[in-house]
């Protein structure tokens, strides 16, 4: 069992045919006031395989045709997931090393946390809490998203408080060693990014380290970014819960969320 509420996942990439600077574009909650950002992704993107395609911008909630959108959403991963445009990694870390545009190094590791050990709510003592009030009224929309979803794109990051570095950086050091998954230029300024595949030593040496983090930590895991897409993951877990109550949902795929952990002090130059 992991130490922490943070743990492998069954994680999917695109196969190595995918035009990956076209593949990943900005969170969907990003310029949202800015219209011409996403026409211009809209333009890099074109026709190819894209994350585009899989998400819904929030700059498009609330227009007439947003049904429409989730609708087509569902239906292109449908046809993702029967093209073969993914690869699986079966129960995987990945150490995630991004070159912001300002040259500095953020570094993180990408996994799944399990939603038991989540709380949103003011006043919550659980081993992840959300760092911001939750607006209730912003989880619906992205429940009508995530509800017939076959597979997850979140935008989920999580801070730990680790001053002396003893979580994610010892993995830099070890990069030689390790598979590496994708290394590419991040579309319209978003600087560069590289993915290593941890191997089980590595997974077994991050988990021991958030356990000695947490016997020093009141609070372990603080939401950074994607406080919503979080509790929406959550709500979802609890609806299932709530409709199913003779089925054991100890094992079940909705009750953990995939998200990347990054150190509140990251980045560094």
């Known amino acids: 069992m992991p130490s922490t509420a943070f743990c492998p996942a069954d994680i999917l990439l695109p196969n190595e045919n995918i035009d990956m600077p076209k593949w990943a574009v900005v969170a969907?909650?990003?310029?949202?006031?800015?219209?011409?950002?996403?026409?211009?992704?809209?333009?890099?993107?074109?026709?190819?395989?894209?994350?585009?395609?899989?998400?819904?911008?929030?700059?498009?909630?609330?227009?007439?045709?947003?049904?429409?959108?989730?609708?087509?959403?569902?239906?292109?991963?449908?046809?993702?997931?029967s093209a073969g445009v993914f690869r699986e990694l079966k129960n995987a870390m990945v150490y995630v090393r991004r070159i912001q545009s300002d040259g500095k190094l953020r570094e993180g590791i990408v996994g799944a946390v399990d939603l038991e050990q989540y709380d949103y709510r003011a006043g919550s003592k659980s081993q992840i809490r959300a760092t911001e009030a939750t607006v209730a009224e912003r989880i619906p929309p992205r429940l009508k998203i995530r509800e017939n979803a076959k597979i997850e794109l979140p935008h989920i990051m999580i801070l730990i408080d680790d001053p002396e570095r003893t979580v994610i950086e010892p993995l830099g050091g070890l990069i030689s060693n390790l598979e590496k998954l994708y290394d590419f230029e991040l579309m319209q300024n978003g600087g560069s990014i590289e993915g290593y595949l941890l191997g089980d030593d590595e997974i077994t040496a991050v988990d021991s380290a958030l356990g000695e983090l947490s016997k020093k930590c009141e609070l372990l895991f603080a939401m950074g970014d994607g406080n919503h897409s979080l509790a929406t993951a959550k709500e979802h877990y609890e609806r299932l819960k709530r409709e199913n109550p003779d089925v054991d949902m100890s094992n079940h795929p909705a009750r953990y969320a995939l998200c990347e952990i990054v150190n509140l002090h990251s980045p560094r130059p």
């Open 28 to 81: 969907c909650d990003q310029f949202t006031g800015e219209p011409e950002y996403w026409a211009e992704t809209e333009r890099i993107v074109g026709d190819s395989p894209s994350t585009l395609r899989l998400t819904l911008p929030e700059i498009c909630l609330g227009k007439p045709d947003t049904g429409d959108r989730i609708a087509q959403i569902n239906s292109n991963i449908e046809s993702y997931l």
